[in-house]
């Protein structure tokens, strides 16, 4: 059975940098879209971002654009979420997800399949 996992969360000052993990096991997803999704305290799941099969191609939310950087490593089959200039307003539960139904590169259509447990980061000001 498909599971994914994140770490890499915690506390840190506003302006300070992140990075958030997200290891899969139980199947490789090295074909499909994987994607970061946020959710603040009494607020809906947001999307974060999301990143092509081959890791040539990101899609970005626009609060984190310029900030924000999804990257993979297929070999290892896991998804980053390098976090830098943190904002209070950043901090959330992040969850990593995996488009088990489509191939190949649609951003605005990435439907999260899979979920992990989510991990969460903590901004201060």
């Known amino acids: 059975q498909a599971q994914l996992v994140e770490s890499g969360g915690g506390l840190v000052q506003a302006g300070g940098s992140l990075r958030l993990s997200c290891a899969a096991s139980?199947?490789?997803?090295?074909?499909?879209?994987l994607g970061w999704f946020r959710q603040a305290p009494g607020k809906e799941r947001e999307f974060v971002g999301v990143i092509s099969s081959s890791g040539g191609s990101t899609y970005y939310a626009d609060s984190v654009k310029g900030r924000f950087t999804i990257s993979r490593d297929s070999a290892k089959n896991t998804v980053y979420l390098q976090m830098n200039s943190l904002k209070p307003e950043d901090t959330a539960v992040y969850f990593c997800?995996?488009?088990?139904?489509?191939?190949?590169?649609?951003?605005?259509?990435?439907?999260?399949?899979?979920w992990g447990q989510g991990t969460q980061v903590s901004v201060s000001s």
């Open positions: 997800a995996a488009d088990g139904t489509r191939l190949g590169w649609w951003p605005g259509e990435f439907k999260a399949d899979y």
């Open positions: 139980g199947r490789t997803f090295s074909t499909r879209m």
